[in-house]
Every structure is written in C-alpha cells, then in structure tokens.
C-alpha cells in the first residue's frame, strides 16, 4: 500500500473504515436502480390510473400497440424526479442511498466527511443519476439507431466513471472528483492487512 | 472456340461434321462429348452470351387450349439455354417410366431403363449432383427429419435432389470448356430457320441460319442434332417445308403432337390433426451436403392395381399467420444478415446489418416505462400479456423479442404450429395428340413461323389426380394424420384456375421405333431420315412426373455415343 493512498479523517468516528471499492460500489448502484425501477413502475401505475393507459393494446388491429407518447413523456418526467429525490435525499439525509447502506457504505464530504451537502447531492446526481434517467426517459421520442447509440454513449459514459473510480487511490470516480464527495464502508480491521497489500482499499485509521 | 454468327460472311457456307443446334442442357452435353476428338463440331445458338429481349422475343406466340405461360417465359433463348433459370430439380426416370401401361393411352418407350443405366451416373456428374441415393430409404437416418408415418404401402415418399443454385447454369458450368476447345465452336446469335434437305430427302445436308442483324449463310453437315428445345423442335421441324411441305418427320403427321407437360395445382388440403405434426422432412432441406425436396407419390404396385398415371404430392404447410410472419420477418432477416456478415458471407455493407440490427433491437424500448433505470414493460402490457393466450402472448411481445420468440418457436419445436397443409399435385399427363404445337402464318424477325401451342389434357388425367387424392386421404386418415378435403371434383371439364405447368415441355417429337407412333426412332434419329437427330425432352414418349433434366441430359451422353461410331 502505498501512503499517498492513505488519507485521515478526523471528524469519523469509526474505526476500519475504507475506501468503498468498485465491486461493492458497483452492487449498491444495482439494488439503487432496482428500487428506483419499481418506484418508476408505481409512477406508471398511477400515471396510467389517473390519465389512462400510456400503451393501448387491441388485438384486433394491426400495429396492436399504440403509444401515447404525451403520457409516457410525462411518466419519464416523474421517474427523473423521482430519481432526483431517490439520490440527493437519501446522500444528504441518510449518508447513503440504500444501496449504498445495504452494503455498509457512507457518502460525506472529500474534505472532512461530514454529510454531503444538496448542491454537492445535486451534482454528484447529474453525473451519475440524470444521464440513466435522461436515455430512459427519452425512449418515446428516440428511437431504432438513435436510441441505439444513446444507449452506447451511456454505456460508455458509465464505463468511464468506473474505470475513473477504480484507479483513484481514493476511489473517487469522475462524479465523486467533481462533487467533492468520497464514498468509504466499514470493514473489519486487519492488523496485518498494511503488511500484505491485500489490495482491499486504504484502511482509514 | 466462340464465333460471332453475324460476322460470318453472307451466303457463305460453314463446313463442319457435327451440326447442334441449341446450346442448353441437350446441346452443350452434346458438344462437350467431341471435346478434343477429331469431329467438327458446330454448335449454334440463337442468343449471346446472356439475355437479349429481342431474340427472346424469337419465342413469342400463341396460347390456345388450357391456360399457360406467355410461350417466351418458360425458356430462355441464349448461351445455357433454360438451364439459366432452372430450379435444379432432379430425379431419373424409372423402370416403370418407360414401361407400356395400358391405363396410360400412348404410353410405353422403346427402350427402358437398362438402356440409360451406363448414362445416369454420367448425368449425374454433368448435372453437379454429388449423390446417387434415389432410395427414400438411403436418406431416413441420416436425416434429422422423418418421413410422415403413414401406415400402408398405397403413398410412398420419393426423394428429389436439388442442384445447389451456383452449379445450375451449364453457361457458367461449361462455358469456359467450350471456349477452349480446338475442334467445337459455338455460333452465338446464329438462328437456325431451316433444315435443308438432300435431293432424294432422306438424309439432311445442312441448316440455314439468319441473324437478327440480317445476316444469312449456311451450315452443312454429315449429322445434325436438333436440341431447341421441346417447342421449338418441333417449330423447326414443321418449318423445314422446302422438300416435305408438312414438315420433316411429319409424314405420319405426328410432329408437335404429344405436347406434354407436368401440370400441377392444389389438389386437396389437410386438416392436421396435431397442429405440431412435424412435415420438415418434406420441406427443401440438405442432408449430408445434398439439397434434397421429397414428395409423397402412389405408389406403382397401387398405380397398377388402380390403373392410374403417376401422381405426386408436394406438401407445403400453412402456419398462423402472425407466427409466420414473426419466423420470417425482417427483425429475423436482419440478425441472419449479420450473422453471415460476421462469418464472412455477407453480401452486403455490414454496417448497415449492424444498424438495422441495433434499430431492430430498440424496438422493444418503446414499450418500456420511461425513466425506469432496468427497461421493465408498462403496467397495461404486462396485464394485457398476463390475460393473453399463449399464442397471442407471442405476437403481443413488439418488435424484435416477438420475432426472436416466434423465430425461436420453430426452432424449439422443429416447426410452427400447423393450420394446415396444402397438397399439390404435380402429375403424369396422359400422351395426347390432341395437345399440340402448330404453326400459325406470323414469322418472326428472322422469317421462322412462329409456333402456336394448343395445351391439353385428358379425363384421365382428372380421374389419376382425384383418385390419388383419395388414396392420400385414406391414408392420413388411417395413420391418424389428419383429414384431407379434396379441392377438385372428377366430372366436369374446368380444370382448377391454379393449374399451371412446370416450364417441362416434352412430347413433340415422341420417340417410338414405328414411325406411325413417333417422329423418332431409339436413337433419337427422325424416322426416315438418315443423319437427323433429336436431343432433348420433346423425344420423351411419356412425361412421367419426374423433372426431365436429367433424362435430357442422359439421352444426350447416350447420343453422343451413338453419333461418336457414325461421325467418325
């Protein structure tokens, strides 16, 4: 290990506390998607109750599915709100989305860990929240190729804050640099974990 | 070598041993059996090197009698001849082919099978078939698929081959052989109006031959071949009047008569009785490399007892229509594309497969909730899909995943779930005089009497199919198949609106060893001529229900070595 990848933080209190990896950062992301995925599925379910259904489908037609491309607009308009939410809420509030807490994961300030603040929250999301929300949510109006390339160019996009976050000595991926924030996880304290390397992180002590 | 027959000088006269005229299937197996001998060989042909519309337009001319093609459609007049369009289908003529039956008036060759043994294997090798399994029984167990499990021994499965679809055109086949060759040379644009005739008319002395640019010389020869075609044979016979005024061979009145055809149309459909009924066995597929299409036919003992022609029975399935669509569809088009594309058979811009492929993909996406970080599909379609049958939970699923599904169900289950099969008859016709080719006083641009065809077909003919088809009924319904409605009554004279030939013209100059029954004798030659041949499906005495190219192609290597002892 090597020092310049060994920061203090005087205002934790915890003990064994490092730097979350991309693997674990990784799986909190996953189980913060599918929540949001089944908050954006209740959304549809009201917007459908309330406005009526945003896909029709008639057997007896042909094209049996009809797209009501206002409503569905209207419904990527409310899981990109919800979303915001979802994210700048729970860093702020909780010091971790779900997902983030499943896995034992706190979000706080670069400079002293104290919680995030919602400007902080607010960029930290438009790096990492709003591009997922804005290729979702834009799927009625881009479509075949187009939508296939937004896909890519997300696909890419995330790639790129990985690849960022994984060679970061302090795991902070290209949202994390920018917003000021640094996402550490509680973890057994391994005395001879210095000696080994055993390439876990940067034990904060 | 190839000559240009409009260079030739005019009123000059082309000296030679061996005169062919027609470079198709007939002509160029002929020609190529002199490569590298001592014989002269001239072959003429009529068109160029590919397709022209004006000599092609040489072909046109009236339709009397049952419907059929515009008489320029079903050949094709330049280097290759029809084989430039041909399907491929093969299946030499059996024992019983050629066998007298007195339930098939006119029927019965003079020679039979045993005389074509030494030459099949030949034809074989000219046609690019690489097997030479002709038993249904040779291919069961090698093939993925099954016959269909009828129970008695009346409806067989018979096995044709299928040339692959480069290996068809004897231009591209041979072309460069005949180029090459010293001792043959090929006359392109060269049409032969007239074969002219020795004082005493027993024997042919050369042919007359115009080109469309005006040009006229002479060809003569100590044999000549006609291999035109089973139309226009017998055109070139009649034409040929300077001597004889009905035409040469025609003294019994039998040139052009005998037109036959393998006439075919939808004669009866099923009801399957498992909707999964596996029929791919009788759909075109490849076996161990061979393209193979089997049939169901009556079988000959049945045939014998029930006094019918030869009948045989092409199944092609009728599926769901939206599961056809989806198996077929472009969504699926594109991923094969792309598929070949990435294996290096692509034919196209594999950027373009990619895209579509991407845009296919995409399609799904409109139908998921938006925003939603994991596409998942809107309430409505999960509770319309949910309420839905299985089949309508298929075609519910958009775009491409409903295509990939139904794609995916033909492979799971070997086939898409059966509506019905169709059953069409392709069948033996009855020789009949009546059917015939004529001349009608219209000449075309070089002068030659166009021909005028009079197809016809005969109640037996009618009794042979509608009997088949109840024999093929009985037996599905015996196995447990299905029930089979027959489409087409006996009584009446109206044959069904799709009926329609095979582009198989056979008969006009019908081979027989008494010149009162057929224009040419076992050795092709025309009855009373001494050194006029005829190669081709016009000297066939009966059609049988097999396609004819290979019996062509046969008939041409055993003319070949028949004219090899006399032109040397």
């Given at each position: 290990?090597?020092?310049?990848?060994?920061?203090?933080?005087?205002?934790?209190?915890?003990?064994?506390?490092?730097?979350?990896?991309?693997?674990?950062?990784?799986?909190?992301?996953?189980?913060?998607?599918?929540?949001?995925?089944?908050?954006?599925?209740?959304?549809?379910?009201?917007?459908?109750?309330?406005?009526?259904?945003?896909?029709?489908?008639?057997?007896?037609?042909?094209?049996?599915?009809?797209?009501?491309?206002?409503?569905?607009?209207?419904?990527?308009?409310?899981?990109?709100?919800?979303?915001?939410?979802?994210?700048?809420?729970?860093?702020?509030?909780?010091?971790?989305?779900?997902?983030?807490?499943?896995?034992?994961?706190?979000?706080?300030?670069?400079?002293?860990?104290?919680?995030?603040?919602?400007?902080?929250?607010?960029?930290?999301?438009?790096?990492?929240?709003?591009?997922?929300?804005?290729?979702?949510?834009?799927?009625?109006?881009?479509?075949?190729?187009?939508?296939?390339?937004?896909?890519?160019?997300?696909?890419?996009?995330?790639?790129?804050?990985?690849?960022?976050?994984?060679?970061?000595?302090?795991?902070?991926?290209?949202?994390?640099?920018?917003?000021?924030?640094?996402?550490?996880?509680?973890?057994?304290?391994?005395?001879?974990?210095?000696?080994?390397?055993?390439?876990?992180?940067?034990?904060?002590? | 070598?190839?000559?240009?027959?409009?260079?030739v000088p005019?009123e000059s006269t082309v000296d030679t041993?061996?005169?062919?005229?027609?470079?198709?299937?007939?002509?160029?197996?002929?020609?190529?059996?002199?490569?590298?001998?001592?014989?002269?060989?001239?072959?003429?042909?009529?068109?160029?090197?590919?397709?022209?519309?004006?000599?092609?337009?040489?072909?046109?001319?009236?339709?009397?009698?049952?419907?059929?093609?515009?008489?320029?459609?079903?050949?094709?007049?330049?280097?290759?001849?029809?084989?430039?369009?041909?399907?491929?289908?093969?299946?030499?003529?059996?024992?019983?082919?050629?066998?007298?039956?007195?339930?098939?008036?006119?029927?019965?060759?003079?020679?039979?099978?045993?005389?074509?043994?030494?030459?099949?294997?030949?034809?074989?090798?000219?046609?690019?078939?690489?097997?030479?399994?002709?038993?249904?029984?040779?291919?069961?167990?090698?093939?993925?698929?099954?016959?269909?499990?009828?129970?008695?021994?009346?409806?067989?499965?018979?096995?044709?081959?299928?040339?692959?679809?480069?290996?068809?055109?004897?231009?591209?086949?041979?072309?460069?052989?005949?180029?090459?060759?010293?001792?043959?040379?090929?006359?392109?644009?060269?049409?032969?109006?007239?074969?002219?005739?020795?004082?005493?008319?027993?024997?042919?002395t050369g042919?007359s031959v115009?080109?469309?640019?005006?040009?006229?010389f002479a060809v003569s020869?100590?044999?000549?071949?006609?291999?035109?075609?089973?139309?226009?044979?017998?055109?070139?016979?009649?034409?040929?009047?300077?001597?004889?005024?009905?035409?040469?061979?025609?003294?019994?009145?039998?040139?052009?008569?005998?037109?036959?055809?393998?006439?075919?149309?939808?004669?009866?459909?099923?009801?399957?009785?498992?909707?999964?009924?596996?029929?791919?066995?009788?759909?075109?597929?490849?076996?161990?490399?061979?393209?193979?299409?089997?049939?169901?036919?009556?079988?000959?003992?049945?045939?014998?007892?029930?006094?019918?022609?030869?009948?045989?029975?092409?199944?092609?399935?009728?599926?769901?229509?939206?599961?056809?669509?989806?198996?077929?569809?472009?969504?699926?088009?594109?991923?094969?594309?792309?598929?070949?594309?990435?294996?290096?058979?692509?034919?196209?811009?594999?950027?373009?497969?990619?895209?579509?492929?991407?845009?296919?993909?995409?399609?799904?996406?409109?139908?998921?909730?938006?925003?939603?970080?994991?596409?998942?599909?809107?309430?409505?379609?999960?509770?319309?899909?949910?309420?839905?049958?299985?089949?309508?939970?298929?075609?519910?699923?958009?775009?491409?995943?409903?295509?990939?599904?139904?794609?995916?169900?033909?492979?799971?289950?070997?086939?898409?779930?059966?509506?019905?099969?169709?059953?069409?008859?392709?069948?033996?016709?009855?020789?009949?005089?009546?059917?015939?080719?004529?001349?009608?006083?219209?000449?075309?641009?070089?002068?030659?009497?166009?021909?005028?065809?009079?197809?016809?077909?005969?109640?037996?003919?009618?009794?042979?199919?509608?009997?088949?088809?109840?024999?093929?009924?009985?037996?599905?319904?015996?196995?447990?198949?299905?029930?089979?409605?027959?489409?087409?009554?006996?009584?009446?004279?109206?044959?069904?609106?799709?009926?329609?030939?095979?582009?198989?013209?056979?008969?006009?100059?019908?081979?027989?060893?008494?010149?009162?029954?057929?224009?040419?004798?076992?050795?092709?030659?025309?009855?009373?001529?001494?050194?006029?041949?005829?190669?081709?499906?016009?000297?066939?005495?009966?059609?049988?229900?097999?396609?004819?190219?290979?019996?062509?192609?046969?008939?041409?290597?055993?003319?070949?070595?028949?004219?090899?002892?006399?032109?040397?």
């Amino acid at each position: 290990m090597s020092d310049d990848a060994r920061v203090t933080s005087p205002t934790s209190p915890d003990v064994g506390r490092f730097y979350a990896d991309v693997p674990n950062r990784l799986v909190g992301f996953l189980v913060d998607l599918l929540i949001l995925t089944i908050l954006a599925f209740v959304g549809a379910v009201i917007i459908s109750v309330l406005f009526g259904p945003v896909v029709r489908i008639d057997l007896s037609t042909d094209p049996r599915v009809e797209l009501n491309q206002g409503l569905a607009l209207m419904n990527g308009a409310l899981s990109t709100i919800i979303s915001a939410v979802y994210f700048i809420g729970t860093w702020r509030r909780l010091r971790g989305s779900p997902g983030h807490r499943l896995l034992r994961m706190r979000i706080g300030a670069e400079a002293d860990g104290l919680p995030i603040t919602y400007r902080q929250g607010v960029v930290r999301w438009l790096l990492i929240g709003l591009p997922l929300c804005l290729e979702a949510s834009l799927t009625p109006v881009i479509t075949g190729s187009a939508d296939g390339l937004l896909i890519l160019a997300l696909l890419v996009w995330y790639l790129v804050l990985l690849i960022s976050a994984a060679r970061n000595p302090a795991k902070q991926g290209l949202h994390d640099r920018l917003a000021h924030t640094v996402v550490t996880k509680v973890g057994r304290v391994v005395p001879w974990a210095e000696e080994a390397d055993l390439g876990q992180g940067s034990v904060v002590r | 070598m190839f000559a240009d027959a409009r260079s030739v000088p005019s009123e000059s006269t082309v000296d030679t041993d061996l005169c062919i005229i027609g470079a198709g299937a007939a002509g160029i197996t002929l020609a190529r059996e002199f490569i590298g001998s001592s014989v002269r060989v001239a072959l003429l042909e009529s068109g160029g090197e590919g397709f022209d519309s004006q000599t092609q337009s040489l072909y046109e001319g009236p339709v009397t009698g049952l419907p059929y093609f515009p008489l320029d459609t079903p050949r094709l007049r330049y280097f290759g001849g029809t084989t430039n369009h041909w399907a491929g289908v093969c299946r030499p003529f059996d024992n019983a082919d050629f066998e007298s039956r007195e339930w098939v008036p006119f029927s019965g060759w003079p020679i039979t099978v045993t005389d074509l043994d030494a030459y099949y294997p030949r034809a074989q090798e000219v046609v690019q078939l690489t097997s030479d399994q002709w038993d249904t029984a040779g291919w069961v167990g090698r093939d993925r698929y099954a016959p269909l499990p009828l129970l008695g021994d009346r409806v067989l499965t018979r096995v044709d081959q299928i040339v692959p679809p480069d290996k068809r055109r004897f231009s591209d086949l041979y072309g460069d052989e005949l180029k090459a060759a010293t001792n043959v040379t090929v006359y392109l644009e060269a049409n032969v109006t007239e074969v002219q005739i020795d004082e005493v008319g027993t024997a042919a002395t050369g042919v007359s031959v115009a080109t469309l640019t005006g040009n006229r010389f002479a060809v003569s020869a100590r044999v000549i071949v006609l291999a035109v075609g089973g139309i226009d044979n017998a055109r070139l016979l009649l034409a040929s009047n300077s001597w004889f005024p009905n035409g040469i061979g025609n003294q019994n009145d039998l040139v052009g008569r005998f037109f036959l055809e393998h006439p075919r149309f939808v004669a009866g459909v099923v009801a399957p009785t498992n909707p999964n009924l596996s029929i791919a066995f009788y759909q075109e597929h490849i076996v161990d490399g061979t393209i193979i299409q089997p049939r169901l036919a009556i079988s000959r003992e049945t045939q014998e007892a029930e006094g019918l022609a030869d009948v045989q029975i092409r199944i092609d399935p009728v599926h769901d229509a939206a599961l056809e669509r989806a198996a077929n569809s472009a969504d699926v088009e594109h991923l094969k594309a792309l598929r070949d594309a990435l294996q290096g058979k692509g034919a196209g811009d594999i950027g373009q497969d990619i895209s579509n492929v991407v845009s296919d993909l995409m399609t799904w996406h409109r139908f998921t909730v938006p925003g939603a970080p994991i596409p998942i599909p809107y309430p409505d379609v999960m509770g319309t899909v949910m309420r839905a049958t299985p089949r309508e939970k298929q075609s519910l699923i958009p775009g491409l995943l409903g295509d990939i599904a139904g794609f995916l169900y033909t492979r799971v289950e070997g086939n898409l779930p059966l509506d019905s099969l169709l059953l069409t008859a392709r069948f033996e016709p009855a020789p009949n005089p009546e059917s015939r080719v004529t001349l009608v006083r219209e000449l075309d641009e070089v002068g030659m009497p166009r021909a005028e065809l009079d197809w016809q077909l005969s109640a037996s003919d009618r009794h042979a199919v509608r009997r088949s088809m109840e024999i093929v009924g009985a037996e599905f319904g015996s196995a447990g198949l299905g029930r089979v409605r027959i489409l087409f009554e006996e009584e009446g004279s109206e044959w069904p609106a799709d009926l329609a030939g095979g582009f198989h013209h056979m008969g006009t100059t019908r081979m027989s060893d008494e010149p009162k029954q057929g224009v040419v004798d076992r050795d092709c030659r025309v009855h009373g001529m001494s050194n006029l041949y005829v190669a081709g499906s016009s000297v066939f005495t009966t059609g049988g229900s097999s396609n004819p190219t290979m019996l062509i192609v046969a008939l041409a290597l055993r003319l070949a070595d028949r004219l090899r002892e006399e032109v040397s």
